[in-house]
Nanobody, 124 residues
Framework: QVHLVESGGGLVQTGDSLRLSCAAS????????MGWFRQAPGKEREFVAA????????YYADSVKGRFTIARDNAKNTVYLQMNSLKPEDTAVYYC?????????????????WGQGTQVTVSS
């Protein structure tokens, strides 16, 4: 049974930083793509960032490029999302996901397992 658990969300002010973590269990994820998505109230879930199996390649949505950084520690089966210069429009539930393949994709339906999400709220 694959299990993903996000943590690190919270309420912050504009310009603050947060680091989200996603701990994976149930199998070894070092060979697979991991990603972060988010869903704001009344909106569809959207891609935020993804990282290749080795950690050598990272991809970002234009809205977060330059502010967010995705990283992974395969020894710990954990992926991180460092979020800097947060804006009110970053407010959403953030989900981590794993794709049981090595090709990085950006559509949520192509990911196989999901965490329960962690709320990030940025006040103005």
């Amino acid at each position: 049974q694959v299990h993903l658990v996000e943590s690190g969300g919270g309420l912050v002010q504009t310009g603050d930083s947060l680091r989200l973590s996603c701990a994976a269990s149930g199998r070894t994820f070092s060979s697979y793509v991991m990603g972060w998505f988010r869903q704001a109230p009344g909106k569809e879930r959207e891609f935020v960032a993804a990282i290749s199996w080795s950690g050598g390649n990272a991809y970002y949505a234009d809205s977060v490029k330059g502010r967010f950084t995705i990283a992974r520690d395969n020894a710990k089966n954990t992926v991180y999302l460092q979020m800097n210069s947060l804006k009110p429009e970053d407010t959403a539930v953030y989900y981590c996901a794993v794709r049981l393949a090595r090709v990085v994709v950006f559509r949520d339906y192509e990911y196989d397992y999901w965490g329960q999400g962690t709320q990030v709220t940025v006040s103005s």
